[in-house]
Nanobody
Framework: QVQLVESGGGLVQAGDSRRLSCAAS????????IGWFRQAPGRERIRVAT???????WYVNSVKGRFTISRDNAKKLSYLQMNNLKPEDSAVYYC????????????WGQGTQVEVVV
């Protein structure tokens, strides 16, 4: 059973940067695609970024050019580097894994809160 733990959230000023981490245990990270999601209060959870097993990256339009997803399979870590943060980036951020892009996300972390203030 794979377990995911996110960290790095907190209170940040608009325009600042923050790096979130996702630590995986109980599995081989290279076998999975990695996704970062966020959910703001009263809103649906949305996918923010994905890094595939082959390293291909995808970003939702609202974070393109500001966020960077990465993975370190050897260390079983994924990162979401967030630059030029905006108040609308405030949300609980989750990482998730799945083995096949055609199917649902299989494993989820508990989330880490990011609040961006002006």
């Amino acid at each position: 059973q794979v377990q995911l733990v996110e960290s790095g959230g907190g209170l940040v000023q608009a325009g600042d940067s923050r790096r979130l981490s996702c630590a995986a245990s109980g599995g081989t990270l290279s076998n999975y695609h990695i996704g970062w999601f966020r959910q703001a209060p009263g809103r649906e959870r949305i996918r923010v970024a994905t890094v595939a097993k082959n390293g291909d990256e995808w970003y939702v339009n609202s974070v393109k050019g500001r966020f960077t997803i990465s993975r370190d399979n050897a260390k079983k870590l994924s990162y979401l580097q967030m630059n030029n943060l905006k108040p609308e980036d405030s949300a609980v951020y989750y990482c998730a894994l799945k083995g096949d892009m055609r199917y649902e996300w299989e494993y989820w972390g508990q989330g880490t809160q990011v609040e961006v203030v002006v």
